[in-house]
């Protein structure tokens, strides 16, 4: 009995932390580039109540007796499928088709990515420079601050199907390659990436390395879609269902603690 309330708790803990993970999940369900968690589970040790077992014949069976000891949450996996592309018709919001992320300098300095493509052309000292909603500056495939000089026209910008910026000529009107791109990058276990606020990853030892395309001739090559953004890939009806399935489970849980409790009151009414 003993056993069981602290299966039963155990059970209860694990399903907070889905239901909190779903939570956040249907929170982020119109966050810009948010991918969706799910909650992996895992059983914990088991305990033997007889080493070997025999029949009434004498013989012995081929399992023993085991009992499990309750569930934990083994990992919050991020699942990086393709986002719906929404329509925004801003000049400078782009969609990620394929598994790269674009690459954005911290204030620290450091590197993070994100799949959020919302961004905008910050005034500065000589020109303007690509950024973020948070002011953070875009990079382009060599590593470099996307910055553009006052000679240009920022309306007239436009960006290829690859994420090489173009200017038209003044003459003949002509769209002509600016030999800057956006740069991005992939690893070989996204699910790794440390998640930062604001929808921004940070690589760890989990997720490996950064392999950018333009470098990396192995890396399948991502398209970009400017004047649209990529939705988050949380699917509502599946986190409802998912919610119902969790809420029954801890409420199995529950009552198995209720039962163990009654259990043993009874028993500790014996005279």
């Given amino acids: 009995m003993v056993r069981a309330l602290w299966t039963g708790a155990s059970g ?31 059983s914990l040790l088991y305990q033997k109540l007889q080493r ?55 204030p620290d300095g450091t590197e ?28 382009d495939s060599e590593g470099q601050i996307i910055h553009f000089g006052e000679e240009y026209n920022v309306h007239n910008l436009t960006v290829d199907a690859y994420g090489a910026f173009q200017y038209p000529d003044d003459e003949t009107g ?22 930062l606020s604001d929808s921004y990853f940070r690589e760890s030892a989990n997720s490996g390395t950064p392999r950018y395309e333009l470098q990396d001739p192995a890396l399948s090559q991502s398209k970009i879609h400017a004047h649209y953004l990529e939705g988050s890939n949380v699917q509502t009806v599946d986190e409802i269902v998912n919610l119902i399935t969790t809420q029954r489970a801890y409420e199995m849980n529950s ?3 209720t039962a163990a409790d009654e259990m043993m009151q009874q028993a500790n009414n014996l005279r």
């Fill in 52 to 106: 070997k077992q025999y029949d009434n014949n004498g013989e012995p069976k081929p399992v023993l007796a085991q009992v499990g000891t309750g569930v934990r949450v083994s990992s919050l996996t991020s699942v990086y499928t393709q986002g719906i592309m929404q329509e925004t018709g801003n000049d400078f919001d782009f969609c990620i088709e394929g598994e790269g992320l674009f690459r954005i300098q911290m």
């Fill in 12 to 42: 209860m803990n694990a399903q907070q932390v889905s239901l909190d993970n779903i939570a956040n999940n249907l929170a982020n369900v119109n966050t810009t580039g948010y991918k969706k968690q799910t909650t992996e589970f895992s």
């Fill in 174 to 195: 002509a769209a002509l390659d600016l030999g800057v791109r956006i740069g991005l990058a992939q690893f070989n276990n996204p699910a790794g990436l440390d998640k």
């Fill in 255 to 257: 009552k198995i603690i």
């Fill in 112 to 139: 993070s990515y994100t799949r959020n493509g919302s961004f905008q052309m910050a005034i500065d000292g000589d020109g303007v420079t690509l950024a973020t909603a948070e002011g953070y500056p875009v990079l």
